[in-house]
């Protein structure tokens, strides 16, 4: 049986036929609505400007290689923060510009080159020249030094591994290393090591977090200058201490009685 327009079953029909075609208009809508938010998103993910754009451009230009080379000279430029470009290397490798084993080596790699850069810097100082520097430092003792090249000739191996965990020390710690002129050897096997083990992590996180990679910066931004904050803190308890037990055996501050028998010896001389 035929039914037209006017009549109840065709008025059904065409009913039907109409809600169909509108409830796929709405989700054709939909689709591109939410097509275009992800390319937003996309677009405000990737950073275009500051360490975070420079990074971005130097990965893209030259890839895994590029993100090891921020990396090394985060190492010699500590203001470089590791927690912004380790991050985005993971987010770049999620976008397919370079593999994510690729992103973990150079990074690696360059964690190693920047680290025996700083060795090799405090290898050309020297052990007698930081002696005679600190010999003329107000507040400072050789006997500090003292303590603190037997601790590392103690403890070296450790402090170099493990300070590559802590933001700030993880660069200078290969000064002192090249100072006392470490096994090179063990220097570069706990350099790598615990540059891996940092760098792994921060990779990954931005490598899973895409988008969202920048949530790194901000938590391990407050654990760094937690970091700071406690050493600034050390330092300065430190010169009050000295500051005091130097008043307290006369008036001078430790070192001033070499200088004084210094300048005696020249003028008698």
Request: hydrophobic share 50%; charged share 15%.
């Amino acid at each position: 049986m035929r039914h037209t327009a006017g009549e109840p079953g065709g008025r059904f029909h065409g009913g039907a036929h109409s809600g169909i075609r509108s409830l796929w208009d709405m989700i054709a809508i939909t689709h591109l609505a939410l097509a275009a938010g992800r390319a937003d998103a996309g677009g405000a993910a990737e950073p275009t400007g500051g360490i975070a754009g420079w990074a971005t451009d130097l990965m893209e230009r030259m890839g895994a290689v590029g993100a090891g080379a921020a990396i090394a000279l985060e190492n010699l430029f500590p203001p470089l923060p590791s927690e912004v470009i380790l991050p985005l290397a993971g987010f770049t490798a999620a976008r397919g510009d370079m593999s994510l084993v690729a992103a973990l080596v150079w990074t690696t790699v360059g964690s190693v080159v920047g680290a025996l850069a700083l060795y090799w810097i405090g290898a050309l100082i020297g052990r007698d020249r930081i002696r005679r520097l600190v010999a003329r430092m107000p507040l400072m003792k050789l006997e500090d030094l003292d303590r603190t090249e037997a601790w590392f000739a103690r403890h070296g191996g450790k402090a170099v591994f493990f300070g590559r965990f802590i933001p700030l020390f993880r660069s200078f710690i290969s000064v002192p290393a090249g100072v006392e002129r470490m096994p090179m050897t063990s220097f570069l096997l706990y350099t790598a090591a615990g540059s891996a083990i940092w760098n792994t992590i921060f990779v990954l996180a931005g490598y899973q977090l895409g988008d969202n990679w920048h949530l790194v910066e901000e938590y391990v931004g407050t654990y760094s200058k937690v970091v700071v904050g406690l050493a600034g803190l050390a330092v300065v308890v430190f010169l009050i201490v000295r500051i005091v037990k130097g008043r307290g055996k006369g008036g001078q501050p430790p070192g001033a009685h070499r200088r004084t028998r210094s300048s005696q010896g020249e003028h008698v001389g």
